[in-house]
C-alpha cells in the first residue's frame, strides 16, 4: 500500500485526534483565563497571606514540567482523592488548565500594573468601591493590554497537548503513533502530524490577531496608560 493510500484511509481517524486536541486548548486556555484573571488580581490587591499563596502556587506550576503533572495527578492527587475513574481528557484539561493560569496570571499581573495608580484614585473620588474601580476601569483596559501576551499562549498550550499522549488522550500525537503502529509506516505520518500541528498553530494565531484587532481602541496602548 503506497504512502497517499494510507493517508487517505487513516485521516478519518486522525481528524478525531485533531478535534480531541482543540478540545483541549479550548478547555486549557479558558481554564487558564478563569483561575488566572482571579489570581492576578489578589497578586495586587490581596492580602499579603492571599499574594504569598498565589505565589507558591504560580511557582509550583511554573516549576514542574507538564509531563511531570500529569503522572502527578493522574497517577496520584486524582486517585488519593477518590477521583482515579478521571478520564484521562479531564485529567490533561485540569492540568493543563491549572498550568496556565500560572502563566496568565502574570501575563494579567503585569497589564494591570502597567495601568497608571492614578485612575484608581481617581475612580475612588467619584465614589467607586474598589471592586467596581476594578471591573469597570482597570479590567477593561487590562485586558486590551495583556490580549497580545494573551495568545502567545495558545502555540504554548497547542504543544504541550502533544505530551498527553503518556497519560493516554487520543489527541494528534497518539493517533499517529497508532497508526504507525498498525502500518509501519513513520516519518510521512509523523510529517503529516507536524503538518497539522503547523496548521492549528497558524490558524490559531490568526483567529487571536483578529481578535485583538476587534477590541483594539485606536490610540490606545501601552504608551497611553
Known amino acids: 500500500m503506497d504512502i497517499t493510500s494510507i493517508l487517505v484511509e487513516w485521516f478519518p481517524y486522525l481528524l478525531s485526534g485533531i478535534v480531541a486536541t482543540l ?24 492580602s499579603k497571606t492571599v499574594k504569598s499563596l498565589i505565589g507558591i502556587y504560580v511557582w509550583f ?6 509531563l511531570v503533572l500529569l503522572f ?13 475513574d478521571l478520564p484521562p481528557f479531564m485529567v490533561a484539561v485540569v492540568v493543563l488548565g491549572l498550568r496556565g493560569a500560572a502563566y496568565q496570571s502574570q501575563i494579567f499581573r503585569g497589564a494591570i500594573m502597567s495601568i497608571s495608580e492614578g485612575q484608581m484614585t481617581a475612580a475612588r473620588s467619584l465614589g467607586m468601591t474598589q471592586f467596581q474601580a476594578i471591573r469597570y476601569i482597570i479590567l477593561p483596559q487590562a485586558v486590551r493590554i495583556a490580549l497580545p501576551g494573551w495568545s502567545n499562549e495558545y502555540p504554548t498550550v497547542l504543544t504541550d497537548t502533544a505530551v498527553c499522549y503518556a497519560i493516554g488522550v487520543a ?26 500541528y503547523i496548521i492549528l498553530n497558524y490558524a490559531g494565531m490568526k483567529a487571536l490577531q483578529y481578535l485583538e484587532k476587534r477590541i483594539s481602541i ?3 496602548g501601552q504608551g497611553s496608560v
Not at 478540545?23 to 495586587?44: D, K, T, W
Not at 502527578?72 to 482515579?84: A, D, E, R, T, V
Request: net charge positive; hydrophobic share 55%.
Open 218 to 220: 485606536p490610540g490606545f
Open 23 to 46: 478540545g483541549l486548548v479550548i478547555a486549557s486556555l479558558g481554564l487558564g483565563l478563569l483561575f488566572g484573571l482571579p489570581m492576578a488580581l489578589g497578586q495586587i490587591y490581596g
Open 72 to 84: 502527578l495527578f493522574f497517577f496520584g492527587i486524582f486517585p488519593q482523592l477518590g477521583m482515579g
Open 61 to 66: 506550576f511554573r516549576g514542574l514540567p507538564v
Open 171 to 196: 489527541e494528534i500525537l497518539t493517533r499517529t503513533t497508532q497508526i504507525v503502529a498498525q502500518t509501519y509506516v513513520t516519518m510521512p505520518l509523523y510529517l503529516s502530524a507536524a503538518f497539522l
